[in-house]
T-cell receptor, first 110, second 114 residues
Framework: EDKVVQSPLSLVVHEGDTVTLNCSYEVTNFRSLLWYKQEKKAPTFLFMLTSSGIEKKSGRLSSILDKKELFSILNITATQTGDSAVYLCAVGDAGTALIFGKGTTLSVSS | DSGVTQTPKHLITATGQRVTLRCSPRSGDLSVYWYQQSLDQGLQFLIQYYNGEERAKGNILERFSAQQFPDLHSELNLSSLELGDSALYFC?????????????FGSGTRLTVV
């Protein structure tokens, strides 16, 4: 059965800290891995990764994929209270629906 | 505003009742996906429609059904509701048949069954 596992499930840090969120997956026909940020309601898109070793960056956020070891990490540097959210990892396989992990809840205290 | 519209935003109903959730996809998107999000299960895929046809089914209960209309909006019907059906129901849309390139979520409908 295809699955996506995220760790840790929750994390509490202080403003300015750097955090690393993990996502491992087992899917039959991998096509892409996506990261979403969910605050109050709708998940919003952060990154899509399809190739190993190529880092995607957006401001203080970055992500990389390792297709050999079947995992991805999401890094957030110099965290701010606005980074507090649930971060979701999802994998697209040859089927049509994204498979989501349960998410990592990040709390950033000031 | 993501461009995906879901109504209603909140719904409170009694066990045994039937409700209909509505979703209008982003302009130009042909695929609509329905997901259920509960605290312990995360985002669970229910069903997908592409240009009016059912494309894929996930863990959708027999008490639940959906359809996509010619104008591409979609409705998710939940019947014989149970307390355990209380959750956040998301609709998402994408241009293509496949979700491999991600999709855009609506803001969800929070269903509370009492």
């Amino acid at each position: 059965e295809d699955k996506v596992v995220q760790s840790p499930l929750s994390l509490v840090v202080h403003e300015g800290d750097t955090v690393t969120l993990n996502c491992s997956y087992e899917v039959t026909n991998f096509r892409s891995l996506l990261w979403y940020k969910q605050e109050k309601k709708a998940p919003t898109f952060l990154f899509m990764l399809t190739s190993s070793g190529i880092e995607k960056k957006s401001g203080r956020l970055s992500s990389i994929l390792d297709k050999k070891e079947l995992f991805s990490i999401l890094n957030i540097t110099a965290t701010q209270t606005g980074d507090s959210a649930v971060y979701l990892c999802a994998v697209g396989d040859a089927g049509t629906a994204l498979i989501f992990g349960k998410g990592t809840t990040l709390s950033v205290s000031s | 505003d993501s461009g995906v519209t879901q109504t209603p935003k909140h719904l409170i109903t009694a066990t045994g009742q039937r409700v209909t959730l509505r979703c209008s996809p982003r302009s130009g998107d042909l695929s609509v996906y329905w997901y259920q999000q509960s605290l312990d299960q995360g985002l669970q895929f229910l069903i997908q429609y592409y240009n009016g046809e059912e494309r894929a089914k996930g863990n959708i209960l027999e008490r639940f059904s959906a359809q996509q209309f010619p104008d591409l909006h979609s409705e998710l019907n939940l019947s014989s509701l149970e307390l355990g059906d209380s959750a956040l129901y998301f609709c998402a849309s994408s241009v293509t048949d496949g979700a491999n390139y991600g999709y855009t979520f609506g803001s969800g409908t929070r269903l509370t069954v009492v």
